[in-house]
C-alpha cells in the first residue's frame, strides 16, 4: 500500500522539551512539506523540501526545524522556542513541481499537546 | 500572490438536498486550483483538481466544481448531499515561480441534517 504515515497519532509533551514527528512516504515523491492546523484556521506551511538534503522556511518556520536525509523521510522537530506550539501537524508530499502544480498527498496527522 | 477566499465557514444542507461551498480565489499566474476534503482528526482527501483543462471537474463522491476564470471562481457542488458528506472542505489554489506551493483556504464546515 502506497502512501504517507506519521506517527504517532497523539503525542504529550512537557513544556520545554523539544519533541520530534515522524513522516515517511512510500509514493517515491520528491516534495514533501509540513503543515500546522489549528481550530478554525486552514492549513499554514511550517517547512518544505524539494530534494534531499534540500529544505525551505515556509510562512511559520519559527520554533521548528527539518531534516531531509532521505528521500522517503521529513521529520519534524518542534523546539522550545515555539511559544504555541499544540495543534494539528499534517506532513504531505508530491511530484517536485517543475514549474508545475501537483497534487499533494496528506498522512493522518499527529496531535501535539503540550502542557 | 496566491490567495483563497472560502465565503462561508460553515454550511448546513439537509440530506438529499443540494451542496454549494463556494471559493474565489486570487492569483498572479495561471492556477491550478484543488478542493480537499478533511474528516475530524484525519489527514486531507484530495476531492478534485483544475489544472488548465477543462473547466468543469468531476471528482470522487459525486462533487465537481466549475473554474470561472471571469469570477476568480471554483464552487464546489453536489446534487444531493450524503450524510457521509458531513465534514470539512478546504479550497487550495497553487502556482507561483516555485510551482508547488498551497495556499489553503480557511475552510469550510459542512453538516448534513438527517
Known amino acids: 500500500d502506497g502512501g504517507i504515515t506519521q506517527s504517532p497519532k497523539y503525542l504529550f509533551r512537557k513544556e520545554g522539551q523539544n519533541v520530534t514527528l515522524s513522516c515517511e512516504q512510500n509514493?517515491?515523491?520528491?516534495?514533501m512539506y509540513w503543515y500546522r492546523q489549528d481550530p478554525g484556521q486552514g492549513l499554514r506551511l511550517i517547512y518544505y523540501?524539494?530534494?534531499?538534503?534540500?529544505?525551505q522556511k515556509g510562512d511559520i518556520a519559527e520554533g521548528y526545524s527539518v531534516s531531509r536525509e532521505k528521500k522517503e523521510s521529513f521529520p519534524l522537530t518542534v523546539t522550545s522556542a515555539q511559544k504555541n506550539p499544540t495543534a494539528f501537524y499534517l506532513c504531505?508530499?508530491?511530484?517536485?513541481?517543475?514549474?508545475?502544480?501537483?497534487?499533494?498527498?496528506f498522512g493522518p496527522g499527529t496531535r501535539l499537546t503540550v502542557t | 500572490a496566491q490567495s483563497v477566499t472560502q465565503l462561508d465557514s460553515h454550511v448546513s444542507v439537509s440530506e438529499g438536498t443540494p451542496v454549494l461551498l463556494r471559493c474565489n480565489y486570487s492569483s498572479s499566474y495561471s492556477p491550478s486550483l484543488f478542493w480537499y476534503v478533511q474528516h475530524p482528526n484525519k489527514g486531507l482527501q484530495l476531492l478534485l483538481k483544475y489544472t488548465s483543462a477543462a473547466t468543469l471537474v468531476k471528482g470522487i463522491n459525486g462533487f465537481e466544481a466549475e473554474f470561472k476564470k471571469s469570477e476568480t471562481s471554483f464552487h464546489l457542488t453536489k446534487p444531493s448531499a450524503h450524510m457521509s458528506d458531513a465534514a470539512e472542505y478546504f479550497c487550495v489554489v497553487s502556482g507561483g515561480p516555485t510551482g508547488n506551493q498551497f495556499y489553503f483556504g480557511t475552510g469550510t464546515s459542512l453538516t448534513v441534517i438527517p
Open positions: 509514493l517515491n515523491h520528491d516534495a
Open positions: 504531505a508530499s508530491s511530484i517536485s513541481s517543475g514549474g508545475f502544480s501537483y497534487e499533494q498527498y
Open positions: 523540501s524539494q530534494i534531499v538534503n534540500d529544505f
